[in-house]
C-alpha cells in the first residue's frame, strides 16, 4: 500500500473554504460586506507568504465564537448544499478513485468543523484538518495544537502517521498534490509531488524541478 495525500482548497475544489464561508455568512448577514472583503485580503497575504499560519487560522475563527453550536452546524448544512457541492471537481473524483488501494488522505489548512464533511461527500476516510479549540461546546476562536499549515503539515502528518504505527519514509511511494507554494515543505517530502493547477509560484517551482502538473479544472485531468 502506497499512500496519497491531497490538499482541499483550490485542488479538489475550485475554491477556498474557509474565503467560501465567509462570503456564505455574509449572505446570511452573519458577518458584513467589508468583513467579506477582509478576509479575501487576509486569504491573499496567507498565498503571498505575509500572513501567518496562526495569523490567519485565528483571523478566520474569529466569527465562530459569537454563536453557538446548533447554529453554525445548520449553517454548515446550507453551506455545503450552496458553496461547497458547486466546486467540487468531478476530474478530483476520478484522481481520488485511481488511488483505490492506498492509503488516501485529505490534508489541509482549513479547519475540521467546515471539511469533516467536504471529506465525507469525496469519501474519503481520512482527515487531518486544522483543529479548532472548543470548550463547552463553543469555539474559542482559537486553535488546538499546530495549524495545519505550511511545515505544520508536515508536523500533523508525521503525527497522525505515528499513531497508526507508521511513518512517511516507511511508504514505497508517496503523492502530495497541491496547488499552492505555502505545501512546498511536504510537497518535498514525497517521492511523487504533483502541482494541481497551481499558483504561479508553484507553477515555476514545479517547472524547475521536473515535477508533474496537472489541471482538475481543464477539460483532461491528469491521470496517475
Known amino acids: 500500500m502506497n499512500l496519497a495525500l491531497f490538499d482541499l482548497d483550490n485542488t479538489l475544489l475550485s475554491g477556498d473554504t474557509d474565503v467560501e464561508w465567509y462570503a456564505f455568512l455574509s449572505d446570511q448577514g452573519v458577518v458584513s460586506a467589508a468583513d467579506q472583503q477582509a478576509s479575501q485580503e487576509m486569504d491573499r497575504r496567507y498565498r503571498a507568504g505575509v500572513a501567518s499560519a496562526l495569523e490567519y487560522v485565528r483571523y478566520y ?9 446548533k447554529q453554525l452546524v445548520a449553517w454548515r448544512e446550507a453551506f455545503m448544499r450552496e458553496r461547497i457541492a458547486p466546486r467540487v471537481l468531478p476530474a478530483a473524483r476520478e484522481l481520488l478513485r485511481s488511488h483505490a488501494g492506498d492509503l488516501v488522505v485529505i490534508i489541509t489548512a482549513t479547519n475540521r468543523f467546515l471539511t469533516e464533511p467536504i471529506a465525507r461527500a469525496f469519501a474519503v476516510e481520512h482527515l487531518i484538518a486544522t483543529e479548532p479549540q472548543i470548550v463547552d461546546d463553543r469555539f474559542t476562536g482559537d486553535v488546538h495544537g499546530t495549524p495545519c499549515m505550511r511545515e505544520g503539515k508536515i508536523e500533523r502528518l508525521q503525527a497522525w502517521l505515528s499513531e497508526r504505527g507508521e511513518s512517511l519514509s516507511a ?54
Not at 475563527?61 to 453550536?69: A, T
Not at 517547472?207 to 483532461?220: D, N, V
Open 171 to 224: 511508504f514505497a511511494e508517496s503523492w502530495f498534490y497541491s496547488d499552492s507554494i505555502n505545501d512546498l515543505p511536504l510537497l518535498e517530502k514525497v517521492t511523487h509531488p504533483v502541482a494541481v493547477d497551481p499558483d504561479a509560484q508553484l507553477e515555476e517551482h514545479a517547472r524547475r524541478r521536473g515535477w508533474r502538473s496537472i489541471s482538475l479544472r481543464a477539460p483532461r485531468a491528469g491521470a496517475r
Open 61 to 69: 475563527l474569529q466569527p465562530y465564537r459569537r454563536h453557538d453550536m
